[in-house]
């Protein structure tokens, strides 16, 4: 990362400890904001939360490898989380599974190379009533079947990319 | 497709007013508050069906250490496969979810409230912020509420982010204090030492919805409803082999038979009643109760159709329950992977009885020697699918599959 853009994420995580409380509790929201703006924390980022909360970067870490919607590793712009429990399963999941495989060229845990499509498993999203259920980054699809699997993926390619993440590949 | 509307039967919180409730729990005095909860017999909603009354009571009663003050936590972090019920509540009746908040606040002498809502429900966050914000504007929130002097109160909205195991309120309270989501000892219970070692009450979305309805229409109302022991109405989050899978309220007590005639379940082979860490009830025990007293959940029911695999079902659950162990004991971190293993061999069609036996005492040591209520209920699902349906596990070929 170039120093410029590390000091302006130091200087946007000071702003946040500042809005959500210089305490131990402000550390989820904080890391939180992060993810859903940059889709990862880098080592550097958790570094300066620590430095900012004043506790060991250790600890960030833990907090962050603990919770399936915190990633250390970089994830793509679109994380498509299909729900891999037992109502979405009985409704037809493992095809919706393969065919956004299909899709997209890439296995459940992996990320596209262009860096704009992560897929990953879920657990229940509590849609089961109407499964097969998926989440596309906060939006969340229903009833989803393999055909529209590829429908779903143009969706992210063009309808709302301009609010979207913005990846932290930089 | 865009979600659809879960409600399948009219629902009592479509007659409650929003601001009655509250209202006229403000008229009462905070032991008389308490004692209306009681009065009603009103148990808690999110699986383990404490009674709230007392719990709110052991609240009050409790010691602030130091200047801080108590804290009211809603539970919305609805991870229970197979549990929905929840997010119709938030989505539809959020005003009497931040009510019942209000007035638990007001019995126990509470001035912060954190609702903690599942990460994967972050698209009901707008919706939430407005309505508290109207409820400030209203009066119902913030200082002096609804003019009655010195009851100062607001609530704030925090996110989970992906781990069931932040449903069990100390882990819940781990994650709130900026932790891992790592279940505590108990005793101490949060309502002595809760968050920021405070006193604090924990109760689910639903169970805060109840006491505002209970408090617009009476104890004795709620009471009227139901059995003796498991008062009042129960929404049931529906899902799997029926017509009309969706969310659905009952009076508790209902059998299972007469629940799965309302939701076009008939000729079901199995229920299972609580989600991953309830049990799947057979057919021949379909005339069961959905009560404290015989089948507690906390709403979900999934039901299974005659072509299903129970084996399947179970190696789902197991799943579930490897993918969301915390690991920090022994029995549920290595017992939910060895029962995993177990169900694999049993899939090849490579278990003995004799090994079997042995799962079965591993599920034993799991619900006795784990930390937490998701080690202790994870064999739950394991144990009622090789009790119930040994005929259909053992001795599998590779055509049973
Ligand atoms: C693994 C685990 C997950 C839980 N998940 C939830 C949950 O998502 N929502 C909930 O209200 N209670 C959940 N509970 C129960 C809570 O620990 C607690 O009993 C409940 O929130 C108390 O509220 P109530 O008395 O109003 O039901 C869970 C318990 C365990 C052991
Ligand atoms: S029982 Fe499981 S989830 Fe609970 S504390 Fe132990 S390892 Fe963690």
Not at chain 1, 83 to 101: H, P
Not at chain 1, 150 to 162: D, K, L, M, N
Not at chain 2, 315 to 322: A, G, I, L, S
Not at chain 2, 364 to 375: D, I, P, Y
Request: charged share 20%; hydrophobic share 40%; aromatic share 8%.
């Amino acid at each position: 990362m170039l120093v410029s853009q590390q000091q302006k994420l130091q200087e946007e995580i000071r702003a946040l400890v500042a809005r959500h409380g210089r305490t131990r509790a402000a550390l989820m929201p904080v890391l939180q904001e992060l993810q859903e703006k940059y889709a990862s924390i880098t080592d550097f980022a958790m570094q300066v939360v620590a430095d900012e909360l004043g506790i060991h970067p250790s600890e960030v870490y833990g907090v962050v490898s603990f919770y399936a919607f915190l990633h250390h590793e970089p994830k793509g712009r679109f994380q498509i989380r299909l729900c891999q429990t037992i109502s979405c399963d009985l409704a037809g999941k493992a095809r919706v599974a393969k065919q956004l495989e299909n899709e997209l060229g890439i296995a459940f845990g992996e990320t596209t190379p262009d860096g704009r499509f992560s897929l990953e498993w879920a657990s229940c999203l509590g849609m089961c009533d109407q499964g097969p259920a998926l989440l596309v980054n906060d939006r969340v699809y229903t009833r989803v079947t393999a055909e529209q699997a590829h429908r779903i993926i143009e969706e992210c390619r063009s309808v709302f990319g301009a609010h979207a993440t913005q990846a932290a590949h930089a | 497709m865009q979600p659809s509307d879960s409600r399948k039967t009219p629902l009592t919180f479509d007659t409650i007013e929003p601001g009655s409730g509250l209202a006229a729990a403000l008229a009462k005095s905070r032991a008389d508050i308490i004692g209306e909860v009681s009065a009603s017999n009103l148990k808690g909603r999110g699986g383990a069906g404490f009674p709230t009354g007392t719990k709110w009571n052991l609240a009050a009663a409790a010691r602030v250490h130091g200047e801080a003050a108590k804290y009211v936590i809603c539970n919305a972090d609805e991870g229970e496969p197979g549990t929905f019920k929840d997010r119709v509540l938030l989505t539809a009746y959020a005003d009497l979810v931040f009510e019942g908040m209000t007035i638990a606040a007001r019995a126990i002498g509470a001035t912060r409230g954190l609702l903690y809502l599942r990460g994967e429900y972050v698209y009901l966050r707008p919706h939430l912020e407005a309505v508290l914000d109207r409820r400030r504007k209203a009066g119902q929130l913030g200082a002096d509420i609804l003019g009655t002097p010195g009851f100062e109160f607001d609530i704030e909205i925090r996110m989970g982010a992906g781990a069931y195991v932040c449903g069990e309120e100390t882990a819940l309270i781990e994650s709130l204090e900026g932790h891992r989501g790592e279940p505590r000892n108990r005793p101490p219970f949060p309502v002595n030492t809760g968050f920021m070692g405070q006193p604090t009450v924990v109760n689910n979305v639903e169970t805060l919805a109840s006491v505002t309805a209970i408090f617009a229409k009476g104890a004795a109302w709620f009471r009227g409803i139901g059995t003796e022991k498991s008062s009042g109405f129960k929404l049931f989050s529906v899902s799997g082999d029926c017509d009309a899978p969706g969310v659905y309220e009952f009076p508790l007590g209902i059998t299972i038979a007469e629940l799965l005639e309302r939701v076009g379940g008939t000729g079901a082979k199995a229920v299972q009643v609580g989600g991953a860490s309830g049990q799947a009830v057979p057919a021949s025990q379909f005339g069961r109760r959905i009560a404290f007293e015989d089948l507690a959940t906390g709403g979900s029911i999934i039901v299974f159709g005659p072509g299903r695999d129970m084996l399947h079902v179970a190696k789902n659950f197991m799943e579930f329950f490897v993918e969301e162990s915390c690991g920090q004991c022994t029995p549920c971190r290595a017992g939910n992977a060895k029962l995993l293993e177990g169900i694999e061999r049993l899939e090849r069609g490579a278990c003995s009885s004799a090994y079997l036996n042995e799962l079965v005492r591993l599920c034993e040591t799991m619900q006795v020697a784990s930390k937490c209520g998701l080690g202790q209920s994870s064999p739950n699902a394991f144990l009622s699918i090789v009790t119930n349906f040994q005929d259909e596990i053992l001795g599998r070929t590779p055509a049973d599959r």
